[in-house]
């Protein structure tokens, strides 16, 4: 058998007819060429499978598995073990990387041993329209994480790397048993076990993936991309790492309530919630009242946890709170 490349990109795939071509050339037409493709046809019935095997037949770094409907997590599992390389870089059947993804991405692990996976800037596009401004926000706030710091710092904030844009050493997959499958959405999940463990995660500057959003996403259509599931996630992480400490939340939203529910539920002590408006101030919550910032006790009693999303909201909490002596990740963490 020849030498393992260094690179196996991780493709699956269902019912992708329409896009599946277009996302298997732009890894073809990479300009670092020493990779496999091994896409997963999950169980396709729109005629997917036979494009791909067509492909394969073309190209001899194509590789074609197939599987009987396993899900997304099922289809990647099955795809990770047929594997040959040390470096795995993910790919989605409806986006397309640009030509230098593959070799900056190398490139930066292999000038960064301590490094365990680096994504890239993204684009995010439609074909029918031009996509929210909310998800415009979240792809130039991900493309903005470009260091192993900020990614750690905003990881309970959103996602924080795009999934079929990630490049991940198979060693650290390894590490944390590689995707799992449950009531969460798995590329989140696995972001947060490995920097849970001490892996450092970074995202590359340069704008290399295009992310198609569209109405069939798994992530408009599966309850595990859901608000509660996203929040579930949260409260795992933080009940583990503040177990038995204080918790303060700033901002009585949706995401502040339900975060305050579910830890609470975990066995978290929630003291107070902060907010501005005068109408919440006394209130109760989940047994917490309601206070000003002012009356928040100084740097190092307990934790607190800003929840409030709105627009430059986290900038302006972050600066208060700076200006009073609290240090990011060791006095206070952003959720939201």
């Known amino acids: ?41 999950d169980g396709s019935v729109d005629g997917t499978g036979e494009l791909l095997r067509r492909l394969a037949a073309e190209d001899a770094r194509v590789r074609v598995l197939r599987t009987a409907g396993l899900g997304l997590v099922g289809a990647l599992t099955v795809g990770l073990e047929a594997c040959r390389a040390s470096l795995i870089a993910r790919m989605d059947a409806d986006d397309e990387s640009l030509p230098g993804r593959l070799a900056a991405s190398v490139a930066a692990l292999e000038a960064d ?22 998800l415009q ?12 710091e900020l990614v750690f710092r905003d990881r309970l904030i959103e996602s924080p790397l795009c999934h079929p844009s990630v490049t991940l050493r198979r060693s650290a997959l390894e590490d ?20 849970e463990r001490g892996h450092r995660l ?27 599931r996203h929040l579930d996630l949260k409260a795992d992480v933080l009940a583990r790492r503040f177990s038995g400490v204080p918790l303060t939340l700033w901002g009585a939203t949706e995401t502040g309530r339900g975060l305050a529910r579910r830890l609470l539920q975990r066995g978290a002590r ?22 000003s910032p ?35 990740l060791r006095d206070f963490t952003c959720v939201a």
């Open 1 to 41: 058998m020849s030498a393992p490349p260094r690179v196996s990109v991780l493709l699956p795939a269902r019912d992708a007819l329409a896009t599946v071509r277009q996302a298997m050339a732009s890894v073809l037409g990479q300009s670092f060429t020493d990779f496999e493709l091994v896409a997963v046809d």
């Open 113 to 134: 041993p301590s490094l365990s996976g680096v994504g890239t800037g993204v684009e995010i596009f439609r074909d029918d329209r031009p996509p929210s401004p909310n």
């Open 137 to 148: 926000a979240y792809g130039r706030w991900l493309s903005s994480l470009t260091s192993p």
């Open 176 to 195: 944390v048993g590689g995707w799992r499958d449950g009531d969460f959405p798995e590329d989140w999940e696995l972001w947060l076990r490995l920097l």
């Open 202 to 228: 970074t995202v590359l500057p340069e704008v290399l993936h295009r992310w198609r959003d569209h109405d069939r996403r798994l992530t408009r259509q599966d309850e595990r991309y859901a608000l509660a």
């Open 270 to 291: 929630v003291e107070r919630f902060v907010e501005l408006s005068p109408r919440k101030l006394g209130q109760t919550i989940h047994g917490a009242k309601v206070v």
């Open 294 to 328: 002012n009356a928040l006790p100084g740097p190092g009693e307990g934790h607190l946890l800003a929840c409030v999303a709105a627009k430059g909201a986290r900038e302006d909490i972050r600066v208060w709170l700076a200006g009073r002596g609290y240090v990011e």
